[in-house]
């Protein structure tokens, strides 16, 4: 596991994890691709192909707006099962932001597979899981939007490495 830090951006480590949960937020974090893995060899997993917003930046004056520390990461949930979930793009563009990301309680009791609820603004994701990694596949970079360009992020990846 990789143990690369950003002091910069207070990115601390290049991996974290579920025990890390109360430290992060996604909200306005950008999807660039969802990934149902389901082998014979492992049990099913959910990755997600993010632009985590490691910090926002208040402006300093005479700026009027805010700037991002941002890193194309990979969400990783493990022992995925009782996905469902709904797209709503009838009105706004085709893009998923996440608004907030939830553990919850489970109402069977079984605390070893918690529930998840990724909230979008114009999508909806529920599913159980054990765990999750996130892994920053790049340094974070400064700039004064919440999402890369493409050429930025090195295109749509589901790399489970983070940088060093």
């Known amino acids: 596991m ?6 910069e951006s207070g990115l601390s480590k290049s991996v974290w994890s579920d025990t890390d949960f109360e430290e992060m937020g996604w909200h306005d974090t ?3 691709g969802l990934y149902v893995q389901q082998t014979d060899d492992i049990p099913p997993r959910l990755l997600l192909d993010l632009d985590y917003i490691v910090r926002w930046v208040h402006p300093v004056r005479p700026a009027k707006s805010f700037s991002f520390w941002v890193s194309p990461a990979t969400l990783v949930f493990e022992d995925v099962w009782a996905l469902e979930g709904e797209l709503g793009f009838k ?4 893009e998923l932001e996440i608004d907030d990301v939830h553990r919850l309680v489970p109402d069977d009791g079984r605390q070893d597979l918690p529930q998840w ?6 999508f909806d994701l529920k599913f159980r899981a054990s765990g999750f990694r996130q892994y920053f596949r790049h340094v974070p970079r400064l700039t004064a939007t919440q999402v890369l ?3 930025e992020r090195g295109g749509c990846c589901f790399t ?4 060093s």
Not at 2 to 7: D, I, L
Not at 91 to 94: C, F, G, M, V
Not at 117 to 122: D, F, M, P, V
């Open 160 to 163: 489970e490495i983070g940088f």
């Open 2 to 7: 990789s143990s690369g830090n950003h002091q």
């Open 149 to 151: 360009s493409n050429a």
């Open 91 to 94: 009105d706004t563009s085709p």
């Open 117 to 122: 609820h990724i909230q979008g603004h114009a």
């Open 30 to 32: 950008t999807i660039h």
